[in-house]
């Protein structure tokens, strides 16, 4: 009833891995729960930090989807500008790429032998 | 008569009579079209599970049309079968019970869904015929019949894409596309069976597979049925229809296009393991597909962190799990002519793949359910536009948490024990593959928390004041592929045993697919 | 040698069909190209089963003792190209969704999904 | 679509009964000779075209109706898939009036023959049943291309 899953080079178990999870969690939780002394509620220490700006409205604080990994998208710019020129969307070039990857591929079979 | 002989044509003609019933019933009571639509796929369903426990306990079954007897395959004095058969081992009914739970979940969500739309009635009568097509792939003996369906569900599905194409473009330029590309690739399909009908004068799958030598002719059938099917499944490079139909088809339709993808995953696997085998070379074959993997896992994930549009987000990580199945059973092929490493890890890396088209087909069908709940809701698909409907929708927020950690193969979800079956294998096969696969299981976590960020989490927006929870039959289809998950999730032992390593061995041992039809030669 | 005839014409219609799906920019071109290539093929089965001087597989009034040419790929054929006009009339008819919503036909133009 | 002019009217109006006939003929007469169900219900289905272009699309709606179609196209369906499921006593699509004497019945003749109507079982019924799918779809197909190319049209010009 463990659930016993052979990988070749081990084992998987779920229900092990949740009964792991939660001795570790309540572990977790003890550790914290005995608490940090210089804590204090509601003080200063409850504000979020952001250098002394004033804190914007809930409505205009959500983030959009494309601002979500701005940075990850500028940085492999390399990688995306060409990738997303590939997506025409034309039909044509849909057609071509079949055309062309079956040609290689006929190529590589018979070649192989 | 003894209806338990005739369970494998059931399955299908069932959906087919009441596929031909809903325009009838239509003009009398509009409503109980999608009722008799649920019916006949819940009746379909009960039939492939019954069919699913015959075949793994007794063996392989046949079922040939119009003989004299269903399992009568060679009449007397015949050395090969020339009558049109289904031909069902472990494989097959692998993939026909998903087939078959995700077109019942299919019609059970379109109960609420389509309430929108008008002409529901054919709406029903091509999800149907699409579901018949789906499993005539999988379960055909015969490869002249195997083209047959797959025009029946490439066409279906193109209907079913551009449904609301008479109101809107997209839908419309998605079908087009989608028609074009597959019938291309059905008509390189049919030519690849007229080589081998002129080579072998047989049809019969099984037939040709015992006496293929592959020669010259052979050669090219290989060559043009496995980069069409490829595509069929959404391979990159010829990957960009998916995102175009994936996301312009309704929600229910798009699960339903992962299981016909699937079907021609399936098809690729049947051509260069039961009909070719060994024949072939098998290590330039088998890197053939493991770099299609490759690509698909790689460039699919990229591009789908980019996505605004939350299905065509979805459809990107569609391609890009296939490239799992690609890769495991890649990996398994290209060691196939070998049985030492076969047995240390070629057998793993391919129950690792065939276990994740099942995981796939449960958890991408939930999300892109997840994602028509959304649509049904506010309305958009833009991730730009949404945000904070957790408040809204707690259910389907749940449902959704628990697909993408699915994806992105968070433990204890079943994700996870596919992928790390394929990681573990392939390792030991090469080592950077694995890594790579590892890689685009973070970038595909990364893109889920990007979803679930912009949709889902973050203060209540005015324009969505009216949101509400989606109707029960929704969130029945969702509640029942979430449990499914969560069921694979905590007992893949019982799965990967039951029903992933038996279709394994029947892709891997070719003389027991011959031997059902020739009988033991 | 003349035999193979019809194998050149099958080269020439599917490469024709090939060459208009990728170079032509007109949808209702597209569509023609694929019924070029579903002609070929359809050819090429029709001409596997064809033997010299045979008569059509139908006993009702056919002269005695001639051979027969075989009826499989015929079957086969006639299938094929049941499947080839509902395809065609489905791409016909999206054609004209298109239009109806685009304004034009041309593929540089129709491609709202994209990237 | 405008109607054309008067001659090719009374053309129509002598020739499409004869297209008609030919296409029954073909149907039915599957089972002996080239042709069939599919073959049949397309010579029949051109017989609609013709009418539809000659007459236009507005004046033909009076006789050519799309929801009678989509019924017999319902009905020729149902007729086919119906004579699967009654084979299956035996197997799915078994021909059980082949050689049983009664309808379609009789044995047919092995060799060069002249041909009898009354052979081949379950054949010529799932030929007319096709043929009555077919032939609807077709009347289907021409009336809603024709109905969607009038509407692009009133757009063109607008």
């Given at each position: 009833m463990l659930g016993l899953l052979e990988t070749g080079s081990g084992f998987w178990s779920a229900i092990i891995w949740i009964l792991l999870v939660l001795v570790i969690g309540n572990l977790v939780i003890y550790i914290r729960n005995?608490?940090?002394?210089s804590y204090k509620k509601n003080?200063?220490?409850d504000k979020p930090f952001i250098s002394g700006n004033p804190e914007e409205s809930k409505e205009s604080s959500h983030l959009s989807?494309?601002?979500?990994?701005w940075g990850f998208t500028e940085a492999l710019k390399g990688y995306y500008n060409p990738l997303v020129k590939m997506h025409t969307g034309n039909i044509n070039d849909y057609s071509s790429w079949i055309i062309v990857i079956t040609a290689i591929i006929l190529i590589m079979v018979g070649v192989s032998g | 008569m003894n209806l338990s002989n005739h369970i494998p044509i059931l399955i299908i003609a069932i959906p087919l009579l009441a596929a031909f019933l809903v325009p009838l019933i239509s003009r009398i009571n509009k409503k109980a079209t999608g009722i008799l639509t649920t019916l006949a796929l819940s009746v379909s369903l009960l039939l492939t599970i019954v069919l699913a426990v015959k075949i793994l306990t007794v063996g392989p079954q046949v079922y040939v049309f119009?003989?004299?007897?269903?399992?009568?395959?060679?009449?007397?004095?015949?050395?090969?079968?020339?009558r049109i058969m289904f031909q069902i081992d472990a494989m097959s009914i692998f993939m026909g019970l998903i087939t078959a739970v995700v077109s019942f979940l299919g019609a059970t969500y379109s109960l609420s869904f389509t309430?929108?739309?008008?002409g529901v009635d054919k709406y029903y009568s091509l999800l149907l015929l699409l579901t018949v097509g789906i499993f005539g792939m999988e379960f055909t003996g015969d490869i002249f019949n195997f083209f047959v369906f797959l025009e029946i569900a490439s066409i279906a599905s193109v209907a079913l894409i551009s449904f609301r194409g008479v109101d809107l473009g997209e839908p419309a330029e998605a079908g087009f596309k989608y028609m074009v590309v597959s019938s291309v690739s059905a008509l390189m399909v049919l030519f690849a069976i007229g080589i081998f009908y002129g080579e072998?004068?047989?049809?019969n799958i099984a037939a040709i597979a015992s006496v293929i030598k592959y020669s010259q002719l052979d050669k090219i059938a290989l060559g043009l049925l496995m980069p069409v099917l490829a595509m069929k499944a959404g391979a990159?490079?010829?990957?960009?229809?998916t995102p175009d139909a994936y996301s312009e088809a309704p929600a229910p339709i798009t699960m339903m296009l992962v299981a016909a993808s699937q079907a021609s995953l399936y098809a690729l696997f049947r051509v260069v393991f039961s009909l070719y085998n060994i024949s072939l070379n098998t290590l330039t074959v088998g890197w053939i597909i493991i770099i299609f993997g490759l690509l698909s896992m790689f460039i699919g994930v990229t591009m789908a962190i980019i996505q605004k549009d939350i299905k065509r987000l979805m459809a990107y990580h569609a391609i890009s799990q296939t490239g799992y199945m690609l890769l495991g059973v890649g990996v398994g092929l290209a060691v196939l002519a070998n049985p030492e490493a076969l047995k240390n890890y070629g057998i793993t890396a391919m129950e690792g793949g065939i276990f994740h088209i099942m995981n796939h087909a449960m958890y991408k069908g939930l999300l892109f359910l997840t994602a028509g709940a959304l649509f049904f809701r506010t309305?958009?698909?833009d991730l730009n536009k949404m945000g904070g409907l957790a408040h809204y929708m707690k259910y389907t927020t749940i449902f959704f948490i628990i697909g993408a950690a699915a994806i992105a193969g968070l433990?204890?979800?079943n994700g996870f024990a596919s992928k790390l079956l394929i990681y573990e294998s392939v390792y030991k096969f090469n080592p950077l593959l694995s890594i790579i696969a590892m890689v685009v299981s973070i970038l595909t976590l990364a893109s889920f928390v990007k979803v679930f960020h912009s949709a889902f989490l973050g203060p209540k927006l005015?324009?969505?004041?009216e949101v509400k929870e989606v109707p029960r039959s929704m969130v029945f289809a969702m509640a029942v592929l979430s449990c499914i998950i969560i069921f694979f999730g905590l007992f893949p032992d019982l799965i990967v045993k039951n029903l992933v390593h038996p279709a394994v061995m029947s892709l891997i041992e070719q003389l027991q697919y011959t031997g059902t039809v020739l009988g033991g030669m | 040698m003349i035999g193979n005839l019809p194998y050149v014409v099958v080269v020439i219609s599917i490469g024709l069909g090939i060459y208009t799906l990728m170079f032509k920019r007109n949808l209702i071109k597209i569509a023609i190209g694929i019924c070029l290539i579903e002609n070929g093929v359809n050819l090429f089965l029709i001409t596997l089963g064809y033997r010299k001087g045979a008569v059509a597989p139908?006993?009702?009034?056919a002269p005695s003792g001639q051979a027969m040419v075989l009826p499989t790929p015929q079957a086969l054929t006639l299938t094929s190209i049941v499947i080839g006009i509902a395809t065609t009339a489905l791409i016909l008819s999206i054609a004209m969704m298109i239009y109806k919503h685009y304004?034009?036909?041309d593929t540089d133009q129709v491609r709202r999904l994209k990237g | 679509m405008k109607e054309m002019s008067r001659i090719i009217k009374t053309v129509t109006n002598f020739v499409y009964g004869f297209i008609i006939i030919f296409g029954f003929y073909i149907i039915v007469h599957g089972h002996l000779t080239p042709g069939g169900g599919f073959q049949g219900g397309a010579v029949v289905g051109s017989a609609f075209a013709l009418l539809l272009i000659s007459y236009g699309s507005m004046n033909s709606n009076k006789f050519l109706k799309e929801d009678i179609f989509s019924l017999f196209e319902g009905f020729g369906l149902i007729l086919f898939i119906v004579l699967g499921f009654s084979?299956?006593?035996?197997?799915?699509?078994?021909?059980?009036?082949?050689?049983?004497?009664?309808?379609?019945?009789d044995t047919a003749v092995i060799?060069?023959?002249?041909?009898?109507?009354?052979?081949?079982g379950v054949i010529p019924l799932m030929n007319i049943a096709v043929g009555l799918e077919v032939l609807s779809a077709f009347g289907v197909i021409v009336l809603t291309m024709a109905r969607g190319a009038e509407f692009t049209k009133k757009k063109e010009n607008s």
């Open positions: 005995k608490g940090e002394d003080t200063e220490q989807a494309s601002h979500i990994y | 119009g003989a004299t007897s269903p399992s009568l395959t060679l009449p007397s004095g015949l050395k090969f079968p020339i309430k929108k739309y008008d072998y004068d047989v049809l990159v490079p010829m990957h960009m229809w309305g958009t698909r433990p204890p979800f005015p324009q969505f004041k | 139908i006993y009702t009034y304004g034009t036909l | 084979g299956l006593g035996i197997t799915f699509f078994y021909n059980f009036l082949a050689n049983s004497g009664g309808w379609f019945g060799g060069v023959n002249p041909g009898d109507m009354n052979t081949a």
